[in-house]
């Protein structure tokens, strides 16, 4: 009974395409998460929804789109990928958006060649 | 700022304490968390401190916070081999409206020797 799941795990892919990367909850959550762990383990936040609306929106180039379709999902596409978007993409989860007890998906490590 | 530092590494003897220290920089962050990230897996909340805390304490793990230097620290009693990981600290700094978010420190590897 996982709690934040993601798929793929893993993604090797081409510079220039395009791929998208899929997260689900089952805790009831309202508030889903995008970050990205580069090669240092530095984390950083890419984007918040909280009830399907798009409430963070960090400093992230715009061929990243995310989408919320319902409260449990969010997914994240990627638009002509590039070297530097290699990374590990985590999706986490909360419940409201004050308290930030979050909770994070095992994350999809992204490479381009 | 938003800069969350912390040590990178720290290296400690099965049996004996770990400390892991951090520093943040808002001093109106309400929150202040630990998180636990084993190899090839995703972050795991440890345990968290209200900013209007001292101390708190959750079986092996020790929180102290001191609001005054913007300093956290995590002790781990009697630490053993399964704590080696990375850990990451987190501060909950407001975004845009009334939403927050964690800004996390670099992270430092906690490393078991037996």
């Known amino acids: 009974d996982t709690a934040v799941s993601q798929t793929p795990k893993y993604l090797v892919t081409q510079m220039g395409n395009d791929k998208s990367i899929k997260c689900e909850q089952n805790l009831g959550h309202d508030t889903m998460y995008w970050y990205k762990q580069d090669s240092k383990k530095f984390l950083k936040i890419m984007f918040s929804?909280?009830?399907?609306?798009?409430?963070i929106n960090e400093t992230v180039p715009n061929r990243f789109s995310p989408k919320s379709p319902d409260k449990a999902h969010l997914n994240l596409h990627i638009n002509s990928l590039e070297l530097g978007d290699s990374a590990v993409y985590f999706c986490a989860s909360s419940l409201g958006t004050l308290t930030n007890e979050q909770y994070f998906g095992p994350g999809t490590r992204l490479t381009v060649t | 700022g938003e800069d969350v530092e912390q040590s990178l590494f720290l290296s400690v003897r099965e049996g004996d304490s770990s400390v892991i220290n951090c520093t943040y920089t808002d001093s109106s962050s309400t929150y202040l968390y630990w998180y636990k990230q084993e190899p090839g897996a995703g972050l795991q909340l440890l345990t968290y401190?209200?900013?209007?805390?001292d101390m708190k304490q959750d079986q092996r793990l020790t929180v102290l916070l001191n609001k005054k230097d913007k300093h956290l620290s995590l002790r781990i009693a009697d630490t053993q081999t399964g704590d080696s990981a990375i850990y990451f600290c987190a501060e909950s700094l407001r975004s845009s409206g009334s939403a927050r978010q964690l800004t996390f420190g670099s992270g430092t590897q906690l490393t078991v020797l037996p």
């Open positions: 929804y909280n009830n399907k609306e798009l409430i």
């Open positions: 401190i209200f900013s209007n805390m």
